[in-house]
């Protein structure tokens, strides 16, 4: 068996990916998260959605969107005569 058959040329050289998330072309093996560790460095192992647009989901995820303000008491509000 040959060393050319277990490889594609195109899974050696660099790669790039469309982000589907922000659309842009960047580098498949710099800015892509590897989906499982297991599955090698095949293009099939990356996501589908860049680092940047991962962090910034996840960032949105975990931040509250409105913040907690309670409705004052009418004992807070008046004085205590």
């Given at each position: 068996?040959?060393?050319e058959d277990k490889f594609d040329l195109e899974q050696l050289i660099f790669q790039q990916r469309k982000c589907r998330v922000c659309g842009r072309t960047k580098s498949l093996m710099d800015d892509f998260y590897l989906t499982r560790k297991d599955r090698g460095t095949v293009s099939a192992a990356y996501s589908y959605e860049c680092k940047e647009c991962t962090k910034e989901r996840v960032r949105k995820k975990n931040k509250?969107?409105?913040p907690?303000?309670?409705v004052p008491r009418i004992k807070d509000v008046y004085p205590d005569w």
């Amino acid at each position: 068996m040959n060393f050319e058959d277990k490889f594609d040329l195109e899974q050696l050289i660099f790669q790039q990916r469309k982000c589907r998330v922000c659309g842009r072309t960047k580098s498949l093996m710099d800015d892509f998260y590897l989906t499982r560790k297991d599955r090698g460095t095949v293009s099939a192992a990356y996501s589908y959605e860049c680092k940047e647009c991962t962090k910034e989901r996840v960032r949105k995820k975990n931040k509250p969107d409105i913040p907690y303000n309670p409705v004052p008491r009418i004992k807070d509000v008046y004085p205590d005569w």
